[in-house]
Structures are given as C-alpha cells and as structure tokens.
C-alpha cells in the first residue's frame, strides 16, 4: 500500500544523473529528492523502476531521459510508448496513491546541462566526446564513479568554478524555445523546466 508523500523520485539512466541529483539536495532542502537509476539502461528496466516508484507512494515520479540512445529503432518506439503509458497522473484514491510521471530529455545527454552551468551552444554533437570535450575547456570533468566522488557534489564543484544553476537553467530554456522554434532535434535541454518543477514543488 501506498503512502502519500511530498517526494520526487528522480530517475535518470546512469551514474551521473544519480550523483548529480545528489547534490541538489541542499539546494531543494524543502523536497526529498531520492535519485536512483536502472542498473541497465533499457526501457523495460525503467518501466519497473516507475512501476516501483509509484507503489511506494512517490507523489512525483521525474525521469531523466539521454535522447542519444533514443534517435534508433527499437529503442525510439518503445520510448514513446512508456511517455504515452504515464501520460496522465496515476490516481488510486483507495489505494492512497497519486502520481505524477514526467520525462524530462537531453540531447544527447545530461552533460549538456553541465556545460550549460558556464555557457550556452546550440552546436550539434555527433558523438558524447566532442560534448565532453566542450565541457573540458570549462572545467574538468570526468564520467567515473571515482571523479563523483571526488567533487563532493557535482552541482558544489560546478559552482566553485564559476557555473551557476540559474546560468544553466536559462540556457537549457533557450535551447527548449529555439528548438521549438526551428523545429531542430539536437543540443536542448529540458532540465532547466524540471528544475523549475522542483521549485514549485
């Protein structure tokens, strides 16, 4: 059974998006924010993660979606389908359960939004390396458990160097308007509006 809780679940696809979402924890003192992430990283998998979430009585249930392994087949339908699955909110009121399922999606993934600390592009990225190469020339930065760590908080140490959330946020919203815009389907960021989600929260 259930029970109703002012929580976010937070999802994403991978160690980075959980240590991430760790660290913000101190700046959304008022929401406990659980991250957590399949230990593979396929639809089905991230199915019953939701599907476990919602049983424990998370009120929001927020997924953290990389768009670079959803641009093929098979991976791009069954996608759609699990967005369209929880497209309403799931509400039991004899089971006391309420929930608000939402994908939040990067292309091609979450470290845009790190880039996104210290400056804006729109430049299209044909592979995560050239991504993380641009992320380099403003901090350093490595996709290893070890380097997690090693920063005690990603969103403290952006900070340190000279990033900024409120930066990141409104430049995760530029690429949302212009991607709108001009109907392009490369280098945006939701995150900004899922930060904004939290806030509101």
Request: with cysteine; charged share 30%; proline share 3%.
């Amino acid at each position: 059974m259930g029970k109703l809780r002012q929580t976010a679940l937070i999802l994403g696809e991978g160690t980075t998006e959980f240590f991430y979402f760790k660290s913000l924890c101190d700046v959304f003192k008022r929401l406990t924010i659980k991250p957590d992430y399949p230990k593979h990283t396929n639809i089905k998998e991230l199915e019953s993660k939701i599907a476990e979430g919602v049983a424990m009585g998370y009120s929001y249930i927020f997924c953290i979606i990389d768009m670079d392994t959803k641009d093929k087949e098979p991976e791009r339908s069954q996608y759609q389908k699990l967005k369209a699955k929880y497209a309403k909110p799931i509400d039991k009121p004899k089971k006391g359960i309420y929930c608000e399922v939402e994908f939040f999606e990067t292309h091609r993934c979450t470290e845009l939004f790190f880039l996104y600390y210290f400056r804006y592009t729109s430049r299209p990225y044909g592979e995560q390396e050239t991504l993380l190469k641009d992320l380099n020339q403003c901090i350093e930065y490595r996709k290893t458990t070890e380097f997690f760590i090693k920063t005690k908080g990603l969103h403290g140490y952006f900070e340190r160097n000279g990033g900024s959330l409120e930066i990141a946020m409104a430049n995760a919203n530029r690429s949302m308007e212009e991607k709108l815009k001009s109907d392009r389907d490369y280098t945006y960021s939701e995150l900004g509006r899922l930060m904004e989600r939290l806030e509101s929260i």
